[in-house]
Protein backbone atom coordinates (compact mmCIF):
# COMPACT_ATOMS: atom_id res chain seq x y z
CA UNK A 1 0.00 0.00 0.00
CA UNK A 2 1.35 3.65 -0.82
CA UNK A 3 0.39 6.05 2.26
CA UNK A 4 0.37 10.45 1.88
CA UNK A 5 -0.70 12.51 4.44
CA UNK A 6 -1.32 15.94 4.60
CA UNK A 7 -1.49 18.28 7.71
CA UNK A 8 -2.84 21.86 8.44
CA UNK A 9 -3.09 23.77 11.28
CA UNK A 10 -6.17 21.79 12.04
CA UNK A 11 -6.59 18.48 10.44
CA UNK A 12 -4.30 15.46 9.25
CA UNK A 13 -5.34 13.84 6.40
CA UNK A 14 -4.35 10.23 5.35
CA UNK A 15 -4.66 9.11 1.74
CA UNK A 16 -4.16 5.28 1.19
CA UNK A 17 -4.36 2.81 -1.65
CA UNK A 18 -3.42 -0.66 -2.93
CA UNK A 19 -0.14 -0.10 -4.82
CA UNK A 20 -1.49 -1.82 -7.77
CA UNK A 21 -4.10 1.13 -8.13
CA UNK A 22 -1.84 3.60 -8.81
CA UNK A 23 -2.82 5.07 -11.78
CA UNK A 24 -5.96 3.77 -12.94
CA UNK A 25 -9.45 5.01 -13.62
CA UNK A 26 -12.26 2.64 -11.92
CA UNK A 27 -15.94 3.42 -12.57
CA UNK A 28 -19.14 2.85 -11.67
CA UNK A 29 -22.81 3.38 -13.03
CA UNK A 30 -22.35 7.25 -11.56
CA UNK A 31 -19.11 8.11 -11.90
CA UNK A 32 -15.44 7.32 -12.39
CA UNK A 33 -12.49 7.70 -10.12
CA UNK A 34 -8.94 8.33 -11.13
CA UNK A 35 -6.11 6.94 -8.55
CA UNK A 36 -3.73 9.62 -9.23
CA UNK A 37 -0.12 9.27 -8.08
CA UNK A 38 -0.09 13.32 -7.12
CA UNK A 39 -2.83 12.84 -4.48
CA UNK A 40 -2.57 9.07 -3.10
CA UNK A 41 1.62 7.94 -3.91
CA UNK A 42 3.58 9.09 -0.87
CA UNK A 43 6.04 6.21 0.91
CA UNK A 44 5.16 2.70 0.22
CA UNK A 45 3.86 1.33 4.07
CA UNK A 46 2.85 -1.34 5.82
CA UNK A 47 -0.47 -1.90 7.40
CA UNK A 48 0.59 -1.75 11.05
CA UNK A 49 1.57 2.00 10.11
CA UNK A 50 -1.73 2.97 8.54
CA UNK A 51 -3.70 1.82 11.36
CA UNK A 52 -1.55 4.36 13.00
CA UNK A 53 -2.08 7.28 10.81
CA UNK A 54 -5.70 6.36 10.82
CA UNK A 55 -6.10 6.37 14.66
CA UNK A 56 -4.56 9.87 14.88
CA UNK A 57 -6.40 11.13 11.21
CA UNK A 58 -9.34 13.38 11.29
CA UNK A 59 -9.44 12.83 7.59
CA UNK A 60 -9.26 9.53 5.56
CA UNK A 61 -9.32 8.84 1.35
CA UNK A 62 -8.69 5.17 1.08
CA UNK A 63 -9.13 2.80 -2.03
CA UNK A 64 -8.50 -0.85 -2.21
CA UNK A 65 -9.36 -3.81 -0.06
CA UNK A 66 -6.18 -4.03 2.09
CA UNK A 67 -6.73 -0.06 2.44
CA UNK A 68 -10.58 -0.01 3.23
CA UNK A 69 -10.00 -3.20 5.13
CA UNK A 70 -7.45 -1.86 7.34
CA UNK A 71 -9.97 1.44 8.23
CA UNK A 72 -12.51 -1.23 9.03
CA UNK A 73 -10.27 -2.78 11.73
CA UNK A 74 -9.70 0.17 12.71
CA UNK A 75 -13.43 0.94 13.38
CA UNK A 76 -13.26 3.87 11.53
CA UNK A 77 -15.37 2.73 8.70
CA UNK A 78 -18.15 0.99 8.43
CA UNK A 79 -17.69 -1.80 5.92
CA UNK A 80 -21.27 -1.31 4.21
CA UNK A 81 -20.40 2.51 3.52
CA UNK A 82 -17.85 1.72 0.99
CA UNK A 83 -18.71 2.75 -2.55
CA UNK A 84 -17.32 0.36 -4.82
CA UNK A 85 -15.93 0.75 -8.36
CA UNK A 86 -14.81 -1.41 -10.54
CA UNK A 87 -15.46 -4.10 -7.40
CA UNK A 88 -13.09 -1.96 -5.53
CA UNK A 89 -14.03 -0.03 -2.18
CA UNK A 90 -13.55 3.45 -1.74
CA UNK A 91 -13.89 4.89 1.60
CA UNK A 92 -13.93 8.11 3.06
CA UNK A 93 -13.66 9.21 6.66
CA UNK A 94 -14.34 12.36 8.86
CA UNK A 95 -14.58 13.58 12.08
CA UNK A 96 -16.88 16.41 13.10
Not at 14 to 23: F, S
Not at 36 to 48: L, M, V
Request: proline fraction near 2%; aromatic fraction near 10%.
Amino acid sequence: MYVKTYKTEKHFMVAACDKELIGQTLKNEKCEIKVNASFYQGEETTEDVLEDLLMRATTANLIGQKAVACAVRCGIVDPNTAIYFDEIPHALYFTL
